[in-house]
């Protein structure tokens, strides 16, 4: 698959510029909602928003399945000195553990909940792969947080998704709090795509997992997103679902408070979006910050049931 026209150019210019979304949001009619996923108007919120939360998805027996299985790959030596794991960059305490879908069997299940792919299936219009999943643990006092970018500007330069045809889900697995540095994200943005300035350094994923500096998008152009549409930080217990377009600008502040912050966080990528050679002409980021080899659609798991 090889595309002659970039149309979300990126770190290429010596100034940064806003680009108009070419992509739909959604790709099904909000009066074509089947009661199986989104209703019609949280798919329209979605479409306004870029993002939407769904509070008490998961009941506390199944988040407490969650986190235990994430407690255990956090403290398993194998699992945690394979390249998938991720550290901070000043503690060295572990950050990300990325391919949890592959890593995990209670995780591959959770991927392919049928509800969750049910509304990736409606956002994105059709059959999903995951491009990436991962847990994020930040705990209390040390956890660092992420400088604002759009996902969707990193997974097009280094990894060569064509179009903006992606969706996060993040099922969160302790509270998220005002204290805990929860997710911010600005509403609206995800129809305004910023062009970055800079390079991007050879194998930069080995840095920009722990600390995003190519690809962060310039103050004047976030201040303008922030003032039309706000920002947002969608708070609620353990178990809410959180989605995001991939567009849609966000971030997080550090976690001074006590209080850990942690989710699991699966990347739906619509089948017909299949990554092509990155726009930045380097090598492919590795298959477990960005899949490009099984983009088979997902089937839905038989076994919904996370707590036997």
């Known amino acids: ?159 060569g998704l064509p179009r903006m045809r992606t969706v996060s889900c993040s099922v969160t697995l302790t509270e998220n709090n005002e204290f805990n540095g929860p997710l911010m994200l600005i509403p609206g943005s995800q129809n305004h795509y910023i062009a970055c300035v800079g390079e991007t350094p050879d194998e930069n994923y080995k840095s920009s997992l722990r600390k995003q500096v190519a690809g962060t998008p310039d103050e004047e152009s976030l201040t303008q997103l922030a003032e039309q549409g706000g920002i947002q930080a969608p708070k609620g217990p353990a178990g809410t679902v959180l989605l995001f377009d991939c567009n849609t600008m966000h971030g997080s502040s550090s976690n001074i408070s006590p209080f850990p912050r942690s989710n699991v966080f699966f990347v739906y990528n619509s089948i017909e979006n299949t990554p092509v050679e990155p726009w930045s002409g380097l090598k492919p980021r590795p298959a477990f910050a960005a899949e490009r080899e099984d983009c088979s659609p997902l089937e839905p798991t038989e076994n919904p049931d996370f707590t036997s």
């Open 1 to 159: 698959m090889a595309l002659v026209h970039d149309s979300y150019p990126s770190r290429q210019e010596e100034k940064p510029r806003i680009i108009e979304r070419k992509d739909p949001v959604i790709y099904t009619a909000p009066e074509d909602a089947d009661g199986s996923g989104l209703s019609p108007e949280q798919l329209r919120q979605f479409e306004r928003d870029g993002f939407i939360a769904l509070p008490q998805f998961f009941t506390a027996k199944e988040v407490a399945a969650f986190r235990h299985e994430m407690t255990r790959m956090a403290n398993d030596p194998e699992t945690i000195n394979r390249d998938e794991a991720v550290t901070e960059p000043d503690s060295g305490a572990v950050r990300s553990i990325f391919r949890v879908h592959q890593l995990s069997s209670l995780f591959n299940r959770l991927s392919r909940h049928p509800r969750l792919l049910s509304i990736a299936g409606q956002i994105l219009g059709g059959g999903v792969y995951i491009h990436q999943s991962r847990i994020n643990m930040k705990p209390g006092f040390r956890g660092q947080g992420f400088y604002w970018h759009s996902d969707f500007e990193t997974w097009h330069v280094e990894d």
